[in-house]
């Protein structure tokens, strides 16, 4: 074999290798927290830091379930998220991720279910935010994962937690 040859052989090679690599990478670290944190470590930091306990995300942690519990990729996504990151091709800060009430429901049961948790009798609370006169808000309405959440009937009643990491929406 000529030595041509062998020099195309081993590009040919390299080229297939490294972004096989890269995909095998990327696919180990698919539910790996912590890879999250290379990119987007602000979101991170709510999920992991002791200081953040107010924080839902922080609350999953708690509880063991990691980033891509709700944020789910395939590898294909999680490939392009790379490449976009090592072009530049993204927006900073990263915009906010709505996810479905279908996504909360898989974990917390669904409104029906969660109804009777948050029943004034239970939580002491002065009124079941989960049964209102509005009926079934989005999860996201009030619940946030890496920023304060929002007690959403606060905008019109007396809050319905005074506990940290609520916001009311007036101040009453």
Known sequence: MSNKLKLIIAIVLVVIMIPTMGTVYVKDNLHNT??????????????AAPESEYSLAHQHAEMGVSCQS?????VGESVMEVVNYATGNYYYPFPETQLSMDNCFACHGS?????????????????????????????STCHNMHRDSVDYCSGCHNPVTDDSG???VTGQ
Request: charged share 20%.
């Open 166 to 168: 609520w916001v009311a």
């Open 34 to 47: 912590s890879y999250c944190a290379g990119c987007h470590s602000e979101y991170y930091t709510t999920w």
């Open 70 to 74: 709700c944020h789910q990729r395939t």
């Open 111 to 139: 409104y029906a279910e969660i109804i009777p948790l948050t029943d004034p009798l239970v939580t002491d609370a002065e009124r079941n935010p989960h049964n209102g006169h509005f009926g079934e808000l989005e999860c």
